[in-house]
T-cell receptor, first 114, second 116 residues
Framework: DAKTTQPPSMDCAEGRAANLPCNHS???????VYWYRQIHSQGPQYIIH???NNETNEMASLIITEDRKSSTLILPHATLRDTAVYYC???????????????FGKGTKLSVKP | EAGVAQSPRYKIIEKRQSVAFWCNPI?????LYWYQQILGQGPKLLIQ????????DSQLPKDRFSAERLKGVDSTLKIQPAKLEDSAVYLC??????????????FGPGTRLTVT
């Protein structure tokens, strides 16, 4: 199972882009990268996922390097409400591949400052 | 669409007492998860159900924790007897996976348990 490495904390100025890095050097060719965030006192919230192409939705963009060993989550215009812990996860798949689940690490605590 | 419901939101018990948490997933979601989140750590998966069958309970402390999902909808997680180290937030999540294998999980607000 691929493991991920994230910085424990980051700061970002309000209105600026927040770029959150994640290393997943042992990822295999068919494993996705998922991003979740957890705002204080709430449950985690799904943000985005990708395989090898860059992805964008209403919340964020996901940039995956060509070798797929790392990725960056981009919040284009961070607001105070984006202050949260961000988790980068490569899901664990069971043998046989039909199911799996998420293993959360400690994530990156993003603080957006006015 | 209603989200994942959990109750109670808060619970305080003494060690060696028992406690139960309830979860109602999003309608139609076949997969249900229970997580334990200790302060300062990421959520730790305790048990995963597919409909009413257990898919993964490898990290469930089975000597004191139990969970069931009898009709493939609601689920309860029980701790008996509780220890001080069980103080945590217990999160329930569900996923529909209606488009093949999906890890888009929807989380409830959690139950904060304090064991004194």
């Amino acid at each position: 199972d691929a493991k991920t490495t994230q910085p424990p904390s980051m700061d970002c100025a309000e209105g600026r882009a927040a770029n959150l890095p994640c290393n997943h050097s042992t990822i295999s060719g068919n494993e996705y990268v998922y991003w979740y965030r957890q705002i204080h006192s709430q449950g985690p919230q799904y943000i985005i996922h990708g395989l090898k192409n860059n992805e964008t939705n209403e919340m964020a963009s996901l940039i995956i390097t060509e070798d797929r060993k790392s990725s960056t989550l981009i919040l284009p215009h961070a607001t105070l409400r984006d202050t949260a812990v961000y988790y980068c996860i490569v899901p664990r798949r069971f043998k046989g591949g039909s199911q799996g689940n998420l293993i959360f690490g400690k994530g990156t605590k993003l603080s957006v400052k006015p | 669409e209603a989200g994942v419901a959990q109750s109670p939101r808060y619970k305080i018990i003494e060690k060696r007492q028992s406690v139960a948490f309830w979860c109602n997933p999003i309608s139609g979601h076949a997969t249900l998860y229970w997580y334990q989140q200790i302060l300062g750590q990421g959520p730790k998966l305790l048990i995963q159900f597919q409909n009413n069958g257990v898919v993964d309970d490898s990290q469930l402390p089975k000597d004191r924790f139990s969970a069931e999902r009898l009709k493939g909808v609601d689920s309860t997680l029980k701790i008996q007897p509780a220890k001080l180290e069980d103080s945590a937030v217990y999160l329930c999540a569900s996923s529909g996976a209606d488009r093949g294998l999906s890890y888009e999980q929807y989380f409830g607000p959690g139950t904060r348990l304090t064991v004194t």
